[in-house]
């Protein structure tokens, strides 16, 4: 089936780096989404994006957090700088269209750990 | 916010049982419930959903049921296979669809 990539699948940073997690979402798919887990919680909504601009995000997508799709390249989750709390599996999805009934591709997830 | 519990955090049946995952959750807007699987070392991916205005749906041997007046749902998977072992997410969402809210997940092993 349509899958979507994300690298990389594990990253160690130092608290204050700059860090860019890459999606490679489903070819045709339009829409496209972060979602954040913390070992032990729940996968939790980031931000979805559209035609190259944000449209929600929740109070997780702190002011540190930036995304972008460059000329239909890789969606991309940037995150600078990284704070010990950002240590997640960061999730990313895509669908070709959105409301009800939209089923989303995921990733299989990029562990980042902030030390 | 929108709230998703998902109450059981693992379940362990003989292959052929049924495997029964609850969830409730808090938001009366909340219209669309699907469900996702994630097996061992892959994404999550999609397997049934259920909306608002039915209480029941099946696909083969998944069967969703919806209380919308208890705000709880669930999923019975039915005559368990090896292969049906792995996380279920319930998740829920208003009529615009576009933020999931997710339960924790439910580790599902089938005993052979």
């Known amino acids: 089936g349509p899958k979507v990539l994300q690298i990389p699948s594990h990253q160690i940073i130092d608290m204050g780096q700059m860090v860019t997690l890459n999606c490679d979402p489903v070819s045709n798919h339009l829409y496209f989404y972060w979602y954040k887990q913390i070992l032990g919680q729940q996968m939790e909504f980031l931000v979805n994006f559209y035609n190259g601009k944000v449209m929600e995000k929740s109070k997780l997508f702190k002011d540190q957090f930036s995304v972008e799709r460059p000329d239909g390249s890789y969606f991309t989750l940037k995150i600078q700088p990284t704070a010990l709390e950002d240590s997640a599996v960061y999730f990313c999805a895509s669908s070709p269209h959105r409301g009800l009934g939209n089923t989303l591709y995921f990733g299989e997830g990029s562990r980042l750990i902030v030390v | 916010g929108e709230k998703v519990e998902q109450h059981e955090s693992t379940l362990s049946v003989r292959e052929g049982d049924s495997a029964v995952i609850n969830c409730t959750y808090t938001?009366?807007?909340?219209?669309?419930f699907p469900w996702y699987k994630q097996e061992a070392g892959k994404s999550l991916h999609f397997v049934i959903d259920i909306r608002s205005n039915v209480d029941r749906k099946q696909s083969q041997r998944l069967i969703v049921l919806l209380d919308k007046k208890a705000k709880r749902f669930s999923l019975h998977i039915t005559a368990t296979q090896p292969e049906d072992s792995a996380i279920y997410f319930c998740a829920a969402t208003d009529s615009a669809g576009n933020k999931l809210t997710f339960g924790i997940g439910t580790r599902v092993l089938v005993r052979p």
């Open positions: 938001d009366t807007a909340s219209s669309y």
